[in-house]
């Protein structure tokens, strides 16, 4: 049998604005998300055999579940709906990505194994199935469905493409802190307005750089304060010539510095590893 390679881009929230708490306990957001080129792979193969062979390996392979993970998840749920019926995967994930660091390294690790079998295997599914599937196994699972150089806003009920580029440069650096999202959000007491009116009236003039720029991550307040490593790295990163902004992805830990050309982010680069060697830092570009 053939193995295919797998390219799991990482995601990162430009802005996230927490609109409010649901009785349910969880919340309602909206959020502007990028991918950007740096991945972890994923080896698949089909085998004979009873059971599927899953293996983590690369820096950051250490504390998955593994009986219980994004991928192993994947396979479930689409067994449970009819889907591969008794087809059995051997699949290697080389993680390159860190997690519980606001990039979405799992549910992206998912997001393209989905991509993979229905580009490989005739899923008779329409978005609407796909899209309940995802949710069951994560929240940003649904962002990277069938695409990759896309911007969306994730509300409630919807994701909203938008298909131009920003052609950014950018510098993330995580500090091996794990910020759980439960833990963050539960936290949370800062709210803001909707983008709705925006939306309706000029969606294309959202993406503009200058109204990301003045934009927010309301989760910022909590993971620094619980966290005041995170607010010192965030202000290090602004502090670096030509960038244009910094701020935390998604729940943390992980900040990014925004920059317009590549000779500014790696000299930043340079210098943030000279402040902080123990931190993982990596340079990259939007896709």
């Not at 089909?46 to 991928?71: C, V």
């Not at 860190?98 to 997001?111: K, V």
């Amino acid at each position: 049998m053939k193995t295919f390679l797998i390219y799991s881009f990482c995601k990162i929230n430009l802005s996230l604005r927490v609109i409010e708490k649901l009785y349910t306990g969880l919340h309602k957001i909206q959020s502007m998300v990028t991918f950007v080129n740096l991945f972890d792979i994923i080896k698949i193969k089909e085998i004979n055999s009873k059971q599927d062979q899953i293996k983590f390996h690369g820096k950051f392979k250490h504390n998955i579940n593994l009986k219980n993970n994004t991928i192993s998840k994947t396979l479930d749920l689409l067994r449970k709906n009819n889907y591969l019926k008794k087809k059995k995967f051997k699949i290697y994930i080389k993680k390159n990505i860190p997690h519980s660091a606001g990039l979405g390294g799992g549910s992206m690790n998912s997001a393209a194994l989905i991509n993979f079998f229905l580009s490989n295997y005739k899923f008779n599914i329409n978005q609407e199935k796909l899209y309940k599937i995802a949710k069951k196994i994560g929240s940003d699972v649904s962002l990277g469905l069938k695409i990759r150089n896309t911007f969306l806003i994730g509300g409630k009920k919807y994701l909203k493409r938008f298909k131009g580029k920003l052609k950014l440069h950018v510098v993330l650096v995580n500090p091996g802190i794990k910020c759980l999202s439960k833990d963050i959000y539960s936290r949370n007491k800062q709210f803001s307005n909707s983008y709705q009116k925006k939306i309706n009236s000029n969606f294309q003039k959202l993406f503009s750089l200058n109204n990301i720029r003045l934009d927010r991550n309301d989760l910022e307040h909590v993971v620094f304060k619980l966290y005041p490593k995170v607010k010192t790295l965030n202000t290090f990163i602004k502090e670096q010539e030509n960038c244009i902004f910094s701020r935390l992805t998604g729940s943390g830990s992980t900040c990014v510095g925004y920059f317009k050309n590549f000779k500014s982010a790696q000299k930043a680069k340079k210098n943030i590893i000279k402040k902080f060697p123990n931190y993982w830092c990596e340079r990259a570009r939007t896709i």
